[in-house]
């Protein structure tokens, strides 16, 4: 089975707070930067073959102190890019409150979506895709894969066959790791929103 450490990118001064989505130009800031610093200090040891992120800055730079440490460089997929957020990209969250179809988006994430955006269905399909096709590229071994926020929980949905509705109700923190094993026919939870000490065994 190949185990995949699934990281949330580390913090960002727009995160919390609105609909950043597929911006460029968004980095981390001072506490993101430590975080990021942090998350390297927890691989230490850690038999990494790979390391693959999101293609915007806010993943990659999580990615690099952590390829640095492994000295692997870092992989950009597409597949483990943020949820298109179409026209609710840039917006406030309290600015769509009176919206019904934000509420919508919240309570049934697997039939809606933000208005000129990306289902959540076709998100977690492209983050599995992705999941799938590094698992080919590694067998038996273990990557880092760091994404976004909704596409980790897309993807533990997928791990623990939960519908997409519920999915807000599993906890990914900025700078968590999840961990999962993944093999033919077989998929296996080792963590959620883990803050500490990486399962090794």
């Known amino acids: 089975?190949?185990?995949?450490?699934?990281?949330?990118?580390?913090?960002?001064?727009?995160?919390?707070?609105?609909?950043?989505g597929r911006t460029p130009g968004i980095d981390l800031n001072a506490a993101g930067w430590e975080q990021a610093r942090g998350l390297a200090s927890r691989f230490g040891g850690v038999p990494v073959?790979?390391?693959?992120?999101?293609?915007?800055?806010?993943?990659?730079?999580?990615a690099e102190p952590i390829a640095t440490l492994l000295g692997l460089p870092v992989t950009s997929r597409e597949e483990f890019l943020e949820l298109d957020t179409g026209d609710w990209t840039g917006r406030r969250f309290d600015s769509l409150e009176d919206d019904a179809a934000f509420h919508r988006f919240n309570s049934l994430r697997s039939c809606s979506g933000a208005p000129g955006g990306e289902l959540m269905l076709q998100a977690q399909a492209r983050m599995v895709a992705g999941l799938e096709a590094v698992r080919c590229s590694h067998p038996g071994q273990s990557v880092v894969v760091v994404s976004h926020g909704d596409m980790i929980r897309a993807a533990l949905a997928h791990c623990l066959g939960m519908p997409l509705d519920l999915m807000l109700r599993l906890e990914v923190e900025m700078g968590s790791v999840s961990t999962v094993e993944i093999g033919d026919g077989a998929v296996r939870v080792l963590a959620v929103n883990g803050t500490g000490r990486l399962p090794r065994g």
């Open 1 to 20: 089975m190949t185990r995949f450490f699934l990281i949330r990118h580390a913090a960002n001064d727009h995160s919390g707070h609105g609909f950043a």
């Open 49 to 62: 073959a790979a390391v693959y992120s999101s293609p915007l800055e806010r993943a990659m730079q999580t």
